[in-house]
């Protein structure tokens, strides 16, 4: 069981910035992968950002440039520092780790 717990969202204009934590306990591999999805109302699920142990990395076509995500292993946490943000990010933010997924935490961008 892998437990994972979101902090970070908010409201903030178009042009702001974010930077979304997600801590994990439980039982944990070093090598699992681990990332962001988000859902938008009336939306699917998609993934936002990925990165695995090696430090490989994908993003959604529609982040690249803005958002960075990066893990510390030694405290088993994975950040999402979103830049530049726009209206069409709102949505919740979820982490996930391996095949557990955190309750996920509102990013909301106004015009």
């Known amino acids: 069981q892998v437990q994972l717990v979101e902090s970070g969202g908010g409201s903030v204009q178009a042009g702001g910035f974010l930077r979304l934590s997600c801590a994990a306990s439980?039982?944990?591999?070093?090598?699992?992968?681990m990332g962001w999805y988000r859902q938008a109302p009336g939306k699917q699920r998609e993934s936002v950002a990925m990165i695995n142990y090696y430090g490989t990395i994908t993003y959604a076509d529609s982040v690249k440039g803005r958002f960075t995500i990066s893990r510390d292993n030694a405290k088993n946490t994975v950040y999402l520092q979103m830049n530049s943000l726009k209206p069409e990010d709102t949505a919740v933010y979820y982490c996930v780790r391996r095949n557990s997924w955190g309750q996920g935490t509102q990013v909301t961008v106004s015009s």
């Open positions: 439980g039982i944990l591999f070093s090598t699992d992968l």
